[in-house]
C-alpha cells in the first residue's frame, strides 16, 4: 500500500517561492508517476503538475513558468516548486499516486490517481 504525506504549506505574501514536499512510502518511487493537484474552496479539484516514473514533466498551463516539479527517487521524495505565488493559487494540495502504470495522457486525470495524500494548505496573501 503506497502512502504520500504533504507537507511546506504556509501563509505567504504575493510574490513569494515555496516548496512542497511529498513523502512516499510502500512503493518504489522510482516506478511510480506522481501527480499534484489543489483544491480551492468552491471549486473542483485541478491538476496542477506531474513527474511520470520517466522524469518527464506537465504542468497546467496556469502555472507554467512558475511551478517546478522534481523528484528524488533516494530520499522517496517528490517536490513542488511554486514562485511568484499568486492569490489564486490559494488551496488545499495534494500528492497521488496511481496503483499501476498510466499514460501520460492520464496524468491530469485525478480520477486515475489511488493514492492520496492528505493535502497541505497553502494560503497567498495579497
Known amino acids: 500500500q503506497v502512502q504520500l504525506v504533504e507537507s511546506g504549506g504556509e501563509l505567504v505574501q504575493a510574490g513569494d517561492s515555496l516548496r512542497l514536499s511529498c513523502k512516499v512510502s510502500?512503493?518504489?518511487?522510482?516506478?511510480?508517476?506522481v501527480g499534484w493537484f489543489r483544491r480551492s474552496p468552491g471549486e473542483e479539484r485541478e491538476f496542477v503538475a506531474a513527474?511520470?516514473?520517466?522524469?518527464?514533466?506537465y504542468y497546467a498551463d496556469s502555472v507554467k513558468g512558475r511551478y517546478t516539479v522534481s523528484r528524488d527517487n533516494g530520499k522517496n521524495k517528490v517536490y513542488l516548486q511554486m514562485n511568484n505565488l499568486k492569490s489564486e493559487d490559494t488551496a488545499v494540495y495534494y500528492c497521488?499516486?496511481?496503483?499501476?502504470?498510466?499514460?501520460?495522457?492520464?496524468?491530469?486525470?485525478?480520477?486515475?490517481?489511488?493514492?492520496w495524500g492528505q493535502g497541505t494548505q497553502v494560503t497567498v496573501s495579497s
Open positions: 513527474v511520470a516514473w520517466s522524469t518527464i514533466t
Open positions: 497521488a499516486a496511481p496503483s499501476q502504470i498510466i499514460s501520460t495522457a492520464q496524468l491530469m486525470t485525478p480520477d486515475i490517481y489511488a493514492y
Open positions: 510502500g512503493g518504489t518511487l522510482d516506478s511510480l508517476s
